[in-house]
C-alpha cells in the first residue's frame, strides 16, 4: 500500500474487514459442547480471527499516519495536509509530463512486417 500512495504522489486508505473467530461469528462446527466453541472447517486454530483486519493511512510520501489496525474492530483517523499532494508531485508526476510535447514525443510504426516463429 505504501508504494501505491508515493508513486500516485496521494493520500491512500485503506479500509479492511476485520472478523473475529469462528465461535463470536457463530460460524463453523462446534468442536466443544460445553463452551460452545466453533472451528471453521479447515482453519488452523478456532482461536484464530477469521479475518485479521490492517486498515491504515497513508501520506503522498508513502509514510503511514494511522494504522495498521490489526486484530480488533476501531476507527482510523488522520488529520491531513492537501498541500502535501502538490509538494509531493513536484518531484515526482507520474503523469504531467508526458502531455508535454516539447519533451515527450511517441512514434509508433505502423507498417505491417513479416513474423517468424522458431523452436
Known amino acids: 500500500m505504501k508504494n501505491i500512495a508515493y508513486e500516485g504522489r496521494l493520500f491512500l486508505i485503506s479500509a479492511v ?12 462446527e462446534i468442536i466443544d459442547q460445553a463452551t460452545g466453541k466453533r472451528k471453521l472447517p479447515g482453519w ?6 477469521c479475518i485479521n483486519g ?4 497513508i ?4 509514510e503511514i499516519i494511522a494504522g495498521p489496525l490489526l486484530g480488533q474492530e476501531g476507527l482510523l483517523t488522520a488529520e491531513i495536509n492537501t ?4 509538494e509531493a508531485r513536484f518531484d515526482l508526476d507520474p503523469v504531467g ?3 508535454r510535447g516539447d ?3 511517441l512514434t509508433v510504426n505502423e507498417r505491417s ?3 517468424k516463429f522458431t523452436k
Open 17 to 28: 474487514q476485520f472478523m473475529p473467530d469462528a465461535t463470536a461469528m457463530g460460524f463453523g
Open 44 to 49: 488452523p486454530s478456532a482461536d484464530d480471527n
Open 54 to 57: 490492517g486498515s491504515v493511512i
Open 59 to 62: 501520506d503522498p510520501y508513502g
Open 83 to 86: 498541500d502535501l499532494i502538490a
Open 97 to 99: 509530463h508526458y502531455a
Open 103 to 105: 519533451v515527450f514525443q
Open 113 to 115: 512486417h513479416d513474423v
